[in-house]
């Protein structure tokens, strides 16, 4: 109980630590969003080749679905593979030509979208119980806590700094979990998600990722 009260003050610490770095509110466009994500950036392929046409992603291209994602969030995570701060061969060179303004709009065009229905997930029943335990009561004695306690309600996410991770494609939510084990990701400035990362085994990290693309991204 203790452990839980400590955690959830640093949550608090955590969020009024971003409330404050990240204030200035992104003025995006959707409408320009839209068309931005139907071409590219001129040398990258359009949004939808990869997030498909409603934003709903691909589990076997490791594509996230990033419709109904907040927009601040998105703006941030765009920013990130401009900066460095994210890595990914894949991503990276279909946004690298878009200015400021135009990753504004393309993730207030994003954040208007519904999230994506859930699809069917085909993992093993054990599995599935051991990433719902983890996720949702976590392991204090490998000082795992639960995904929850940041995640918010059911996982669906709360404001711009904890995303929604429910009914994300698992080959995505495990490459992020590898991505800050390894240092390609580093957007999380306070290092919550990265001390989470660094404590889960292969294992826990598949059995979590399973879990969590098998339940609703939204009510
Ligand atoms: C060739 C395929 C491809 C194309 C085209 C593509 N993406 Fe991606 N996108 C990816 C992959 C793969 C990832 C995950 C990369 C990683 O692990 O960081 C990703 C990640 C993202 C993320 C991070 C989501 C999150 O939850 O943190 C955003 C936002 C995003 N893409 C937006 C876009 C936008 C906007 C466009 C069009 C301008 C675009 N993508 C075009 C493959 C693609
Ligand atoms: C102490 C708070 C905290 C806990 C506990 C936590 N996370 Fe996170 N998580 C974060 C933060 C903060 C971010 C956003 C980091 C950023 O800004 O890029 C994040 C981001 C993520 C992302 C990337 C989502 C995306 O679309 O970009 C995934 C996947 C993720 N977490 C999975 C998990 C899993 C699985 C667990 C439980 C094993 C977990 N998290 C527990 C704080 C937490």
């Not at 003025?27 to 068309?35: L, T």
């Not at 907040?70 to 946004?95: C, P």
């Not at 001390?195 to 609703?216: F, G």
Request: net charge negative; with cysteine.
């Amino acid at each position: 109980m203790i452990k839980k009260q400590g955690l959830a003050i640093i949550c608090g610490i955590a969020a009024l630590l971003f409330g404050a770095s990240f204030d200035a509110s992104a003025q995006g466009n959707p409408e320009s969003g839209q068309q931005l994500s139907t071409k590219g950036d001129g040398s990258g392929a359009p949004c939808m080749a990869c997030h498909g046409p409603n934003g709903e992603g691909n589990a076997a291209g490791a594509f996230p679905y990033i419709a109904g994602m907040n927009e601040q969030y998105l703006y941030r995570q765009l920013r990130a593979y401009q900066t460095g701060d994210r890595k990914n061969a894949v991503m990276s060179m279909n946004i690298d030509n878009f200015d400021d303004q135009q990753l504004q709009d393309i993730a207030a065009y994003y954040a208007s979208l519904d999230k994506p229905a859930s699809t069917a997930s085909n993992a093993n029943a054990e599995l599935l119980e051991q990433g719902e335990s983890l996720v949702n009561i976590g392991n204090w004695d490998e000082y795992i806590p639960p995904c929850s306690s940041c995640h918010g309600p059911n996982n669906q996410g709360v404001d711009e700094n904890f995303p929604g991770i429910a009914g994300q494609h698992a080959s995505y939510i495990k490459q992020q979990i590898n991505g800050w084990k390894n240092g390609d990701r580093k957007t999380d400035k306070v290092q919550l998600m990265e001390a989470v990362a660094k404590r889960l085994n292969d294992e826990q990290i598949e059995a979590v990722s399973a879990y969590l693309a098998s339940i609703p991204a939204a009510e």
